[in-house]
């Protein structure tokens, strides 16, 4: 499958943007799917996964409560709507895929994913 994020930009802390990560290739509904990020001389972080059916959901805890993660499979694509964002939120966002077995199950750690893409910039100015 193949990954493309979008929706990336510059904003106000204290404001809003979705990403989106399109799929191409296979059907997205096989796939898990995680954001992550990653900062300038930092490692890649876990931001949120989402479970194949959608239903299951897991969050970082910096993130819970502003961030919140969506698929429409119809679509093919995977949303990340994040408000209240603060300049810590900046860096480079991924999205990545896991072709599970489980359709419920989501995943949190980066060595679950062997499908990524290129990566979306954000930067939130104070």
């Known amino acids: 499958v193949q990954l493309v994020e979008s929706g990336g930009g510059l904003v106000e802390a204290g404001g809003s943007l979705r990403l989106s990560c399109a799929a191409s290739?296979?059907?997205?509904?096989?796939?898990?799917v995680g954001w992550f990020r990653q900062a300038p001389g930092m490692e890649r972080e876990f931001v949120a996964s989402?479970?194949?059916?959608?239903?299951?959901?897991d969050y970082a805890a910096v993130v819970e409560g502003r961030f919140t993660i969506s698929r429409d499979n119809a679509k093919n694509t995977v949303y990340l709507q994040m408000n209240s964002l603060r300049p810590e939120d900046t860096a480079d966002y991924s999205c990545?895929?896991?072709?599970?077995?489980?359709?419920?199950?989501?995943?949190?750690?980066?060595?679950?994913?062997?499908?990524w893409g290129q990566g979306t910039q954000i930067t939130v100015s104070s």
């Open positions: 990545a895929a896991y072709a599970s077995l489980f359709t419920d199950a989501w995943f949190s750690t980066v060595g679950a994913y062997d499908n």
């Open positions: 290739g296979r059907p997205f509904s096989d796939y898990a």
């Open positions: 989402i479970s194949r059916s959608g239903k299951g959901t």
